[in-house]
């Protein structure tokens, strides 16, 4: 499995600003991904963040509240826009790695903690 | 969309008993995982199933990838403190513009009682 790290791991902003998280693998993976997970709820995919293109966005997600950025095949930020309190939840991001099996799947980071007040 | 159902939404037991639970789906996987969620953490991978049929193990967890491959189920035996969490199931179809996306339940909350 990889290590996934995410900064900040916690955050209480103030509403109309926003947060730029950074999520850091140890290894180079061709996909990312970003969810939400609000609270005490399941977990909703934002956007698959592809190294070299437009991040590709679910319906209900747009580019100008959540931009994206994967620079390289290690790395990407997901900000959070113009916040409101309704933003305040649990984003992580998750990489798709090869297994010992030879088959795919997801791994996810420790996610960061947000507050919007 | 593709919907996934978990149930039970919760599940109060006593130390040393067994626990299932299961997901179904509106449409067909080819893939299923399952997590687990621990206060302040993100989500561990416990299992993953990649064809239909399919029984994988790992240790006291036990998971099947249903025949239909629209449900799949957990089971947890001999229950200890700390199994404690959350537990997802996942579905993800790879293919066409959905590839990799994954779709999870709603989660079972898992309390264990000494």
């Not at chain 1, 998280?21 to 963040?49: E, K, N």
């Amino acid at each position: 499995s990889a290590v996934i790290s995410q900064k900040p791991s916690r955050d209480i902003c103030q509403r109309g600003t926003s947060l730029t998280i950074q999520c850091q693998v140890d290894s180079q993976v061709t996909m990312m991904f970003w969810y939400r997970q609000q609270p005490g709820q399941s977990l909703t995919l934002i956007a698959t963040a592809n190294q070299g293109s437009e991040a590709t966005y679910e319906s209900g997600f747009v580019i100008d509240k959540f931009p994206i950025s994967r620079p390289n095949l290690t790395f990407s930020t997901l900000t959070v826009s113009n916040m409101s309190p309704e933003d305040s939840s649990i984003y992580l991001c998750s990489v798709e790695m090869w297994r010992a099996g030879g088959e795919d799947t997801q791994y996810f980071g420790p996610g960061t903690r947000l507050t919007v007040l | 969309g593709q919907q996934l159902n978990q149930s039970p939404q919760s599940m109060f037991i006593q130390e040393g008993e067994d626990v299932s639970m299961n997901c179904t789906s509106s449409s067909i996987f080819n893939t299923w995982l399952w997590y687990k969620q621990e206060p302040g953490e993100g989500p561990v991978l416990l299992i993953a199933l990649y064809k239909a049929g399919e029984l994988t193990s790992n240790g006291r967890l036990t998971a099947q990838f249903g025949i239909t491959r629209k449900d799949s189920f957990l089971n947890i035996s001999a229950s200890i403190p700390s199994d404690v969490g959350i537990y997802f199931c996942a579905g993800q179809y790879v293919g066409g513009t959905s590839y990799g996306k994954l779709t999870f339940g709603q989660g079972t909350i898992l309390t264990v009682h000494p």
